[in-house]
């Protein structure tokens, strides 16, 4: 099963090391590693100079996409109440595999509010794995599709409705059980409400 993986959108340039200022354009590739994915943030006159020809043929290359470097600022205030992408953020750092389908529901959840991007789809080790972007901090999510069917998706809705009021601590929520699906009368695998669809 691949891991959940959060990677932070890079500060520096990876080939020559130069800092990113604010609103300057920058490439990111996508290599597909035994560790797992690795991204690679590169500034626009090292992707000129080195990239732009060879990009595409480089190898364990998986995806690729521009974006634009907002300079981190400070955060005003701490989060008083757990939110959707904040509650994300733990379950990932978790890496906890009975949370898998929480963190699905909830990545598609900040989809349809716009607060995700998908940048890719891939499938790694026979699963499909979706690539998020957080637009304003660069974040790429690693999520794991864990291929629910129609009969588990009440029990897994409720799991992210008790997370998100609740949060993880304390007490800490136990995940309801998932029914697995009768073989013989499996329900067609579904997400929740629309499948995630790729931008650019």
């Known amino acids: 099963m691949t891991e959940w993986n959060i990677q932070t959108r890079g500060h520096a340039c990876e080939a020559c090391g130069r800092r990113f200022t ?4 920058y490439h990111t590739l996508l290599f597909d590693e035994k560790g797992g994915f690795r991204r690679s943030d590169i500034c626009q006159g090292c992707w000129q100079a080195q990239y732009s020809d060879g990009a595409r043929d480089r190898k364990g290359f998986v995806s690729y996409w521009q974006g634009i470097y907002q300079a981190p600022t400070p955060p005003t205030e701490a989060i008083k109440r757990e939110n959707a992408e904040s509650l994300l953020r733990k379950l990932i750092e978790l890496n906890d595999p009975r949370y898998i389908p ?69 007490p ?26 790729k931008q650019t």
């Open 22 to 25: 604010d609103q300057e354009q």
């Open 102 to 170: 929480a963190g699905y529901i909830l990545a598609a959840m900040l989809e349809r509010k716009r607060l995700l991007k998908v940048k890719e789809q891939l499938v790694r080790d026979g699963n499909r794995v979706f690539i998020y972007e957080q637009p304003g901090t660069g974040d790429l999510f690693t999520i794991v599709d864990p291929a629910l069917q129609l009969n588990q998706l009440e029990a897994v809705q409720r799991d992210v409705a008790e997370l998100l009021e609740h949060g993880l601590n304390p």
């Open 172 to 197: 800490a929520t136990q995940p309801a059980e998932v029914p697995a699906a009768a073989p013989a009368e499996a329900e067609p695998t579904a997400a929740p409400a629309e499948a995630p669809q």
